[in-house]
């Protein structure tokens, strides 16, 4: 071997190194040793050359290799990231920033589709330096991003300023041109058959995007579409778990409900069974419930007060009555930070009453109102069957009544079990109620009586008490007024006679009671309740004709009341008390306050007036009954009785408190 040759051996190793370090630098870069020791070893021109093109391609796919390893680095940091997912917005931040960084593009972004408009909005950007274009906001068919995600296909493009791929916005190029940007590669965030947005890579100069560039955005764009998909999933899983746990809770409180509702029907059924009313079911509505319950009649009146009644107001009331009996439902009714519940007791063609139940914090307001309605059918059926009990015993009453007042045995079997005969009464009531409605008079009367009384319907539409309760004459008084609002008629007139007496002796009482009912109106006197016992003095002058008491008084009075009513004289005034004093002057005198010589003046006109003498003891007698009957006509009329006159009342009556006119 030459030494030539020699030498080129021992510089192998030397040569070989020289040519892998060069294989290992950037494409392009061919250090000087390695030219040196080709030189020295003899290598040929074509030799060189081929060497070198060999180590620039080794150099290229060397680079592209470290890249490669760069960019499956990254990505899988992104999807490590993406498998813990525990803060999204940071996972997103990331992912656009080692995009950015591999991509080597001036600006990246990521723009997501907003869920009902289709907008797209930039969600994360790295290499932006204005605020307009970190917070576009892309209209639906507009621009690039809209272009990808309408295609489902990456984008291009190395000039924006004369792009025609997608539709132009004054906004969107506003923002770009204030960005300064170029050109634009995007891509996609698809998952299945959606687009979630689309990833951009951005240059402030004119670039065309190599097929490397697109496939390794899209990796990117890929893990992004993960990412925002699984948030979503995430949130659809969250919001099902949310509507699972309020349906559970409403399937609670529906069992809670049901529950209460069962044990509530059980109570009520109970107490229909056992022969309970209304107000038996609001007792068992305030336990179940916990609140303060209420039943009222039609008229808006408590049936029951264990306490003071707490309702809202009348007009109120009759709203919230009247919107549950259209509805068939509970109404509610507030009032300074109150509130009510109302349902309606319906009957067939009318309602019955109410349920008011106070509303109870804490107590859900569906439990509450099926509650109530439920108690409110039953409190109807309930009232069914007393309405249809109490027309019967009623109807048999009524029947004693009549019977007893036309003097036949009521009960020659041995008596009714629904009307037991009583052996002593406390007085009757005669009720003049006017019009035709006497048949809806006795039923309101029958109500209101109750077992305090037997009640029927007379001659003439006249409603007849026979009463066993000590207070006759208010309760006629309270009698008188319940027709009165119920029929909407003021001039019911009422006669009560204050007697103990036996049945048989009832006809007696009740036509003393029914011919002072129809002496009032020759009086004047309408819309009252006057005792009978006003008339006792009377009873014996009182003819047939009622009318005849009005002529009588004005055949003998009539010229002093004229002159009275004309003059404002007193000249009745001083006659009563002339007869009332024993027919002393002096004495008339003090009582009217008047001088002696002025009751002499009055009593000479008097004199002149009167078509008789008062010396004559047959004019005289007639006289005084006149102007005692018109005293009582005035005092009538005035909304008081003469009850307490020791003349016309007897004495063991005389403590008993006058009705006054209403």
Not at 501 to 518: F, T
Not at 524 to 553: K, N, W
Request: proline letters at 4%; one cysteine or more; aromatic letters at 4%.
């Amino acid at each position: 071997m030459t030494k030539k040759s020699t030498a080129d051996m021992s510089d192998l190793p030397t040569i070989a190194k020289e040519i892998l370090a060069a294989a290992r630098a950037e494409p392009g870069q061919v250090p000087s040793s390695l030219r040196l020791f080709l030189d020295r070893a003899g290598t040929g021109t074509d030799e060189v050359a081929a060497l070198l093109a060999a180590v620039h391609e080794s150099q290229i796919l060397g680079a592209r290799l470290r890249r490669r390893t760069a960019e499956l680095e990254a990505l899988f940091s992104t999807a490590r990231e993406l498998v813990r997912l525990q803060d999204v917005n940071d996972v997103l931040r990331r992912l656009v920033q080692r995009a950015h960084d591999l991509m080597g593009t001036d600006v990246t972004y990521l723009s997501e589709v907003e869920v009902g408009t289709q907008d797209l909005i930039v969600r994360h950007s790295v290499g932006t330096v204005t605020p307009e274009f970190r917070d576009l906001l892309v209209p639906a068919g507009y621009g690039l991003a809209s272009r990808v995600v309408q295609t489902r296909e990456p984008v291009w493009v190395s000039r924006y300023e004369t792009m025609q791929l997608a539709r132009r916005d004054s906004r969107i190029d506003a923002a770009v041109v204030a960005e300064g940007l170029v050109s634009f590669l995007g891509v996609p965030l698809a998952v299945g058959d959606e687009v979630l947005g689309a990833l951009f890579a951005c240059n402030r100069f004119p670039h065309e995007s190599s097929p490397d560039e697109v496939l390794l955005l899209s990796a990117f764009a890929d893990h992004a579409a993960a990412v925002l998909h699984s948030v979503r999933v995430l949130a659809s899983a969250e919001t099902a778990t949310l509507r699972a746990e309020e349906a559970y809770q409403e399937l609670e409180k529906h069992l809670s409900a049901t529950e209460l509702a069962g044990a509530v029907h059980e109570e009520l059924t109970s107490a229909v069974i056992s022969g309970g009313t209304v107000v038996d079911i609001v007792e068992t509505l305030a336990r179940s419930l916990d609140t303060r319950v209420w039943a009222i009649d039609e008229n808006g009146r408590a049936l029951h007060l264990s306490e003071e009644a707490d309702l809202p107001s009348r007009t109120a009331l009759d709203s919230a009555l009247a919107q549950s009996r259209s509805s068939g439902h509970v109404a509610s009714v507030h009032s300074d930070d109150r509130g009510w519940f109302v349902v309606a007791i319906l009957g067939a063609d009318r309602v019955l009453g109410a349920i008011v139940a106070e509303e109870q914090e804490g107590l859900p307001d569906d439990i509450a109102r099926r509650t109530l309605e439920r108690a409110a059918h039953v409190a109807a059926l309930v009232s069914f069957k007393q309405e249809a009990v109490s027309a019967i015993r009623a109807e048999r009453r009524a029947r004693w009544l009549l019977m007893t007042l036309d003097g036949r045995d009521p009960s020659p079997d041995g008596g009714d079990p629904l009307v037991p005969s009583p052996k002593l009464l406390t007085g009757c009531a005669v009720v003049s109620i006017g019009g035709s409605r006497g048949t809806e008079a006795s039923a309101i009367a029958e109500r209101a009586v109750g077992d305090t009384g037997f009640v029927a319907l007379h001659r003439d539409d006249r409603i007849i008490v026979a009463w066993t309760i000590p207070d006759v004459l208010d309760s006629t008084e309270r009698l008188r007024r319940v027709l009165a609002d119920n029929l909407r008629e003021p001039q019911v007139t009422a006669v009560a006679c204050v007697r103990d007496v036996a049945p048989n002796e009832l006809p007696e009482i009740v036509d003393r009671a029914s011919r002072d009912l129809s002496f009032l109106p020759a009086l004047g006197v309408t819309g009252t309740t006057v005792s009978s016992d006003a008339f006792a003095p009377y009873h014996v002058l009182s003819p047939s004709d009622p009318e005849t008491v009005g002529r009588f008084i004005d055949g003998l009075l009539g010229n002093v009341i004229a002159w009275d009513n004309h003059r404002d004289a007193r000249l009745f005034e001083t006659l009563l008390a002339y007869f009332e004093e024993g027919e002393n002057r002096s004495v008339v005198a003090a009582s009217l306050h008047i001088h002696k010589n002025t009751v002499q003046q009055r009593l000479e006109r008097i004199q002149a007036l009167l078509n008789g003498e008062l010396s004559d003891p047959e004019f005289r007698f007639r006289l005084q009954a006149a102007v005692r009957l018109e005293h009582l006509r005035r005092t009538l009329r005035a909304g008081t009785t003469a009850a307490s006159n020791a003349e016309t009342v007897p004495a063991r009556h005389r403590s008993r408190r006058p009705i006054t006119q209403e």
